[in-house]
């Protein structure tokens, strides 16, 4: 068993940065790819980035590389997701998740969820 707690998210406004933060506990280290979702008001969730097991090799979808990074520190069972340039459309809850990664078909596929922690991006 894996549990995920996140934490960062808030009110900024376009153009501002944000960090979220992921806690894992359990089962964790390198047991896992981890990544994050986002779920925006009235749309399906979608993946944002995911990060292999030792670190090694990322993934972002499309609407987010360049401004997001993906990072982890093992030591800490935590996983990071820096937001950089957000935008209005970035609002969203985001969720923190554990699985594997797909790099084919772009995607994690998670075997865990955290609860989500809510970004709101003002104009």
């Known amino acids: 068993q894996v549990q995920l707690v996140e934490s960062g998210g808030g009110l900024v406004r376009a153009g501002d940065s944000l960090r979220l933060v992921c806690a894992a506990s359990g089962r964790t280290g390198t047991s896992y790819d981890m990544g994050w979702f986002r779920q925006a008001p009235g749309k399906d969730r979608e993946f944002v980035a995911a990060v292999t097991r030792r670190g090694i090799s990322t993934l972002y979808a499309n609407s987010v590389k360049g401004r997001f990074t993906i990072s982890r520190d093992n030591a800490k069972n935590t996983v990071y997701l820096q937001m950089n340039m957000l935008t209005p459309e970035d609002t969203a809850v985001y969720y923190c998740?554990?699985?594997?990664?797909?790099?084919?078909?772009?995607?994690?596929?998670?075997?865990?969820w955290g609860q989500g922690t809510e970004v709101t991006v003002s104009s």
């Open positions: 998740a554990a699985g594997s990664a797909y790099f084919t078909d772009r995607t994690l596929r998670a075997d865990y």
